[in-house]
């Protein structure tokens, strides 16, 4: 690639492509000492996928509360589905229980603690 781009003008488009990736060869190369690092980002595309389709819908919430509320629900379903938990069973079963849940177990109800209430009256029995 040091070959090629010595015979380019400094404007050309190409050579301006070459200068980048020369500048970052150690960090575009990583990949092929870890096995883990993947040479894409596709992953992190499909990630925010989502988002990025939703983002015309999110202009008409109502107004800026509206908005935020918006913002909550899709971070706690998206936690959710991090952590391998059912979005709309996790959500359904946290408002059902939430007006009786004490206040100082409130963490037993996010999704990395989440279990549900038929397995936990398993877990009793």
């Given at each position: 690639?040091?070959?090629?781009?010595a015979?380019l003008?400094?404007?050309?488009?190409?050579?301006?492509?070459?200068?980048?990736?020369?500048?970052?060869?150690?960090?575009?190369?990583?990949?092929?000492?870890?096995?883990?690092?993947?040479?894409?980002?596709?992953?992190?595309?499909?990630?925010v996928?989502?988002?990025?389709?939703?983002?015309?819908?999110?202009?008409?919430?109502?107004?800026?509360?509206?908005?935020?509320?918006?913002?909550?629900?899709?971070?706690?379903?998206?936690t959710a589905?991090?952590?391998?938990?059912?979005?709309?069973?996790?959500?359904?079963?946290?408002?059902?229980?939430?007006?009786?849940?004490?206040?100082?177990?409130?963490?037993e109800?996010?999704?990395?603690?989440?279990?549900?209430?038929?397995a936990?009256?398993?877990?009793?029995?």
């Amino acid at each position: 690639m040091r070959e090629h781009r010595a015979k380019l003008s400094r404007g050309n488009d190409v050579a301006k492509a070459m200068d980048y990736m020369l500048k970052r060869w150690t960090v575009f190369t990583r990949f092929l000492d870890d096995g883990r690092i993947c040479l894409s980002n596709n992953a992190a595309e499909r990630g925010v996928r989502g988002i990025a389709l939703g983002r015309k819908s999110w202009m008409f919430c109502g107004s800026d509360r509206g908005g935020q509320r918006a913002a909550v629900m899709y971070s706690l379903i998206v936690t959710a589905k991090m952590n391998d938990v059912d979005p709309q069973a996790w959500l359904a079963d946290v408002l059902a229980r939430i007006a009786e849940h004490s206040v100082q177990k409130l963490d037993e109800l996010l999704p990395w603690n989440w279990c549900p209430l038929d397995a936990q009256a398993r877990q009793a029995a």
